[in-house]
């Protein structure tokens, strides 16, 4: 049984950039979250998917969009990057949508925008 | 809104010592309480997860009550060693899938 991944494990970025992140969700696991964490915070929940529809979200404005693919694995897309973006960003994967399961974190990927 | 605190924000104590962190929550529709260790720069490792209809849950040293009344719940370490500091979060998903996370204990324990 595989762990979440996430991919790459660090970025660098200009303002204005776009980009996109990748999680692979644990084996037999249909849901996903993302998450940001600034530095000394804690995780700020983005948005969530659950069988590739969106299942809720966070106090994100538009220009942070995802997808989930029909193997669960998951996409956060930011555009237009500010320097505020700057944070970890973490997915983690469960088995079902309700919030009653234990979630199941990958190691981040850490985006520094300059 | 949710809002999760935790106190104290950091704690150092010396080995072989138990400890209590805690977590407070405004909202009781929860559907459970979990708690989270983070070691710097990494992901989140699950510890610790209490449905909304227990009081208690128990891993090895481990220790985590719920009171949703009062919106509490505290992570009991005993015998602390070096391997336990870490940042430990707790985090409760309320019924509209978000997950709210305090802003985490940095515990250290001294050799």
């Known amino acids: 049984e595989t762990g979440v991944t996430q991919s790459p494990t660090h970025l660098i970025k200009t303002r204005g950039q776009q980009v996109t992140l990748r999680c692979s969700s644990q084996?037999?696991?249909?849901?996903v979250s993302w998450y940001q964490q600034a530095l000394g915070q804690g995780p700020q929940f983005i948005f969530q998917?659950?069988?590739?529809?969106?299942?809720g979200r966070g106090n994100f404005p538009p220009r942070f969009s995802g997808l989930q693919f029909p193997n669960y694995s998951s996409e956060l897309n930011v555009n237009a990057l500010e320097l505020d973006d700057s944070a970890l960003y973490l997915c983690?994967?469960?088995?079902?949508?309700?919030?009653?399961?234990?979630?199941?974190f990958g190691p981040g990927t850490r985006l520094l925008v300059l | 809104k949710q809002e999760v605190t935790q106190i104290p924000a950091a704690l150092s104590v010396p080995e072989g010592e138990n400890l209590v962190l805690n977590c407070s929550f405004t909202d009781s529709a929860i559907y459970n309480l979990q708690w989270f260790r983070q070691d710097p720069g990494k992901g989140l490792t699950s510890l610790l997860l209490?449905?909304?209809?227990?009081r208690e849950q128990t891993s090895g040293r481990l220790n985590a009550s719920l009171d949703k009344s009062s919106g509490r719940s505290t992570l009991y370490i005993a015998a602390s060693q070096p391997g336990d500091s870490a940042t430990y979060l707790c985090?409760?998903?309320?019924?509209?899938?978000?997950?709210?996370f305090g802003t985490g204990t940095s515990l250290t324990v001294i050799p």
């Open positions: 998917y659950y069988r590739e529809e969106e299942n």
């Open positions: 985090a409760a998903p309320n019924t509209g899938n978000q997950f709210y």
């Open positions: 209490i449905q909304s209809s227990q």
């Open positions: 084996s037999g696991h249909n849901t």
């Open positions: 983690a994967s469960s088995l079902g949508g309700s919030g009653a399961e234990t979630q199941y």
